[in-house]
């Protein structure tokens, strides 16, 4: 998540070859230094939305499904199903979609249906004005990382970097307890449960604690972005980064770039 409070990141590293080393952070119930998007109740609407690559009905349901279940209504975007090449309808169609969501008062979170490429193309296009008024929780990550970096570094509100419709599964009780654990923990931030997280440590983790704003996503994202007035100010922050099925050599290079 970008920034939902103060992050209390309390990295507790012990070498690798010790039991149980890992590296832990948690949200301190500390005051807020950005703004935090009002918390869902029973029965608030989720807007689900493509502002990326294109996706069916068919592919949603799962989300649809268990967005129910955690007592939520839905609205359905006019862009799932669209479809312009490999993006969830034109430029236009997925702007228009996306604003009317940002401004509609009565949608309380925004869930991006998948990633992919395009939502650089309508930023730029976008009007932030009745968000800024209103702030709502924007929820994905991959090419989600744009809406995240802009909103957070011009805004200052805080947004939710977790899974998208298309990772929900077909079939709940088959999925690996991993999975599961992810998904609902997005119900977790946006009914304001207190949260914390925990990676396996590596023997090249260094001993320390640390504390800031914690910002990032897509690794590939960042980098396209960095320069711009998207790209987030690192300063006493933790970097966050995810990405897949790239060479080592050009994660190495993005870094650089970063750096």
Not at 128 to 146: A, N, V
Not at 246 to 255: H, T
Request: hydrophobic share 35%; proline share 4%.
């Amino acid at each position: 998540m970008t920034c939902m409070k103060r992050k209390s990141f309390l990295t507790s590293i012990i070498p690798a070859a010790l039991a149980g080393s890992s590296l832990s952070a948690s949200l301190a119930d500390k005051k807020p230094d950005c703004t935090i998007p009002p918390y869902l109740q029973k029965n608030d609407t989720i807007g689900i939305t493509s502002p990326a690559g294109f996706i069916t009905l068919d592919e949603i349901q799962p989300a649809i499904k268990k967005l129910h279940e955690w007592g939520y209504r839905v609205q359905i975007g006019k862009t799932i199903g669209k479809k312009d090449n490999s993006f969830g309808g034109t430029d236009k169609e997925r702007k228009d979609d996306m604003q009317q969501m940002l401004d509609d008062k009565n949608i309380k979170a925004i869930l991006c249906a998948r990633g992919g490429y395009g939502s650089i193309r309508i930023l730029d296009d976008l009007n932030f004005d009745q968000f800024r008024r209103h702030p709502k929780w924007i929820i994905g990550f991959s090419d989600i990382t744009i809406f995240h970096n802009h909103i957070f570094q011009n805004f200052h509100i805080a947004s939710i970097h977790s899974k998208m419709c298309n990772s929900f599964p077909d079939n709940w009780e088959a999925a690996e307890e991993v999975q599961k654990k992810s998904i609902e923990s997005i119900n977790d931030i946006l009914s304001g449960k207190a949260i914390s997280y925990t990676a396996p440590a590596n023997k090249l983790n260094i001993t320390g604690s640390a504390t800031g704003k914690l910002i990032g996503g897509n690794l590939r994202t960042l980098e396209n972005i960095a320069g711009s007035k998207s790209s987030p100010d690192t300063k006493n922050a933790i970097l966050f980064v995810e990405d897949t099925g790239e060479y080592l050599y050009s994660i190495d290079r993005m870094f650089y770039n970063l750096l």
